[in-house]
């Protein structure tokens, strides 16, 4: 079955980085676009960031653009997301996303905290 497993998140003070994975089982991980998205209390989960199957193309949501940069490794089966410039808006849990031929799969999602 389909599994998604993120890592990496944690507490780090504003204008710190951190770099998110999500390593990926159950399917065939370079056939598919893979994303991240966030959820921070109170607020609807929101689409971060999203990258072809061969990782020749990435969109990014506005707040986040310039500052973090997703990537894959289809050699691992595993999906980055290299977060720099952190601030507590970023506060959220992240999760890893893949939508393939039979059904939307999500990881159990890792906390990311920017707070000093």
């Known amino acids: 079955q389909v599994q998604l ?20 089982s159950g399917f065939t991980f370079s056939s598919y676009a893979m994303s991240w998205y966030r959820q921070a209390p109170g607020k609807e989960r929101e689409l971060v960031a999203t990258i072809t199957s061969t990782g020749g193309s990435t969109n990014y949501a506005d707040s986040v653009k310039g500052r973090f940069t997703i990537s894959r490794d289809n050699a691992k089966n595993t999906v980055y997301l290299q977060m720099n410039s952190l601030t507590p808006e970023d506060t959220a849990v992240y999760y890893c996303n893949t939508r393939t031929r039979w ?6 999602g890792t906390q990311v905290t920017v707070s000093s």
């Open 103 to 108: 059904g939307n799969y999500w990881g159990q």
């Open 5 to 24: 497993v993120e890592s990496g998140g944690g507490l780090v003070q504003p204008g710190g980085s951190l770099r998110l994975s999500c390593a990926a």
